[in-house]
């Protein structure tokens, strides 16, 4: 299962395809004749820092769950456990995930998407209690009434089907308990997502002195 950002890639795509017609018009000719000059390479760098952060922001977050484990892309970092390493997944403003870490400690990760305002989250609960009483039912369960709620809801849902089963007997609860116990996750900084933001900055600020110096 992996979960996205519609609308952060739907922008993303936009500018990749405005960045593009720009480089044409600019290296090409479309609306004149081709200008290599310092002004001209200052604009293409800016441009493709504005890709590198449509890259980072609106193409690369995500929160990809399979068999093996849960991993949160954000936009520079990247957080991934193996599922009995996690202790704990919550969808409230964000989706937020809790899992053992390296070093013995417990770490947590907030996904860059599906977040929700504080407002928006207490509207949903609001209404989930008003169909609560209207239908003069038991509570109904809030986890399921926005989008962070929901995702939260279908990843706890695969943690408790991929979490090791502890087999009868003391032997197979052993084993399931020790596996739980050396399971860790890691958070790593993502090179290419740094270098798509550092890259074209160096690049426009190198520019930029130059045409101080010049």
């Not at 609306?31 to 390479?41: A, E, H, R, V």
């Not at 070093?103 to 209690?129: I, N």
């Not at 399921?144 to 408790?160: H, K, P, S, V, Y």
């Not at 089963?165 to 052993?174: E, H, R």
Request: positive net charge; aromatic residues 8%.
């Amino acid at each position: 299962m992996t979960i996205r950002s519609t609308g952060g890639q739907v922008a993303a795509y936009a500018w990749l395809v405005f960045a593009l017609l720009n480089f044409v018009d600019l290296f090409v000719g479309i609306t004149g004749d081709p200008d290599y000059s310092l002004t001209t390479f200052t604009i293409a760098f800016l441009l493709l820092l504005g890709c590198g952060i449509a890259y980072t922001v609106g193409l690369r977050p995500a929160i990809i769950a399979d068999e093996e484990a849960l991993s949160v892309r954000n936009p520079l970092r990247e957080a991934s456990a193996p599922w009995a390493a996690v202790r704990r997944i919550e969808g409230k403003n964000a989706v937020t995930v809790r899992f053992a870490g390296p070093d013995g400690t417990d770490l947590e990760t907030r996904a860059w998407v599906h977040q929700t305002s504080p407002r928006a989250q207490a509207k949903a609960e609001a209404r989930a209690q008003k169909q609560a009483r209207k239908n003069q039912g038991p509570a109904v369960d809030l986890r399921g009434r926005t989008a962070t709620g929901f995702a939260a809801q279908q990843l706890n849902e695969m943690r408790d089907r991929h979490r090791p089963k502890a087999k009868s007997g003391a032997p197979g609860k052993a084993a399931a308990a020790k596996t739980e116990a050396t399971a860790t996750g890691t958070v790593e900084w993502s090179l290419p997502a740094v270098a798509s933001l550092a890259v074209p900055l160096a690049a426009v600020i190198a520019c930029l002195i130059v045409s101080i110096f010049n």
